[in-house]
């Protein structure tokens, strides 16, 4: 089976931008969570999607949102892109919401992005 | 809600000497306790998990944690360690509904 993939893996984009990133789980996960890695903050949940409705919601402000397609891909959007959201962006598939009791979920590689 | 806190930001240690990296929770419930670890460059990947049972459970590359609910910890254990375990390493917890939070991590290096 072919694991989470991410794209892009690199991105650079400039303040007040926006910038979709795409995540495509691991075929039959209908679950993806998405979260923020930083040196400073560690990892922050953002978001989880769950048969393409969003089940839980980290403390991110609304110019983070995302959504699920009915094939469980999901994007995440950031809107008028600050320095501080620098980062790489995680996303995780799993079969049941959050892991469900065996925790386990499946990570990409990420989406690194760079605001300049 | 439940929540997650690793002692230490940044661990060096020998190659060959024993690790201990240092996970509390907090948790109104009864808890699922979980490591990952992060190479350089990848995604996270489960390292071990405790549902239930025995307290004490171990990975296949010679780590292991020990559930202790009275002092709400789950540490994690190498007796020794090698170059190639230089990883992040997040605790994470998850309660009965199936929110799982993660610790800031942990950066282990290990030293020749």
């Known amino acids: 089976k072919a694991g989470v993939t991410q794209t892009p893996r690199y991105l650079i984009k400039t303040r007040g931008q926006q910038v979709t990133l795409s995540c495509s789980p691991i075929?039959?996960?209908?679950?993806v969570s998405w979260y923020q890695q930083t040196p400073g903050q560690g990892l922050q949940f953002l978001f989880e999607?769950?048969?393409?409705?969003?089940?839980n919601k980290g403390n991110f402000p609304g110019r983070f949102s995302g959504r699920q397609f009915s094939n469980s891909r999901s994007e995440m959007n950031v809107s008028t892109l600050e320095l501080g959201d620098s980062a790489l962006y995680l996303c995780a598939s799993s079969t049941r919401p959050a892991g469900g009791v065996t925790g386990e979920q499946y990570f990409g590689p990420g989406t690194r992005l760079t605001v300049t | 809600a439940q929540s997650v806190t690793q002692l230490d930001s940044q661990v060096p240690v020998f190659e060959e000497a024993p690790v201990e990296l240092r996970c509390n929770y907090s948790s109104s419930v009864s808890v699922y306790l979980f490591w990952y670890v992060q190479y350089p460059n990848q995604g996270l990947q489960l390292l071990l998990k405790y549902l239930s049972g025995s307290t004490l459970v171990e990975s296949i590359n010679g780590f292991e944690a020990e559930f202790n609910k009275s002092q709400t910890s789950f540490h994690l254990r190498k007796p020794s360690v090698h170059i190639s375990d230089t990883a992040e390493y997040f605790c994470a917890v998850s309660g009965g509904n199936n929110d799982m939070r993660f610790g800031a991590g942990t950066r282990l290096t290990v030293k020749p």
């Open positions: 075929s039959g996960h209908r679950s």
């Open positions: 999607y769950f048969s393409e409705t969003q089940r």
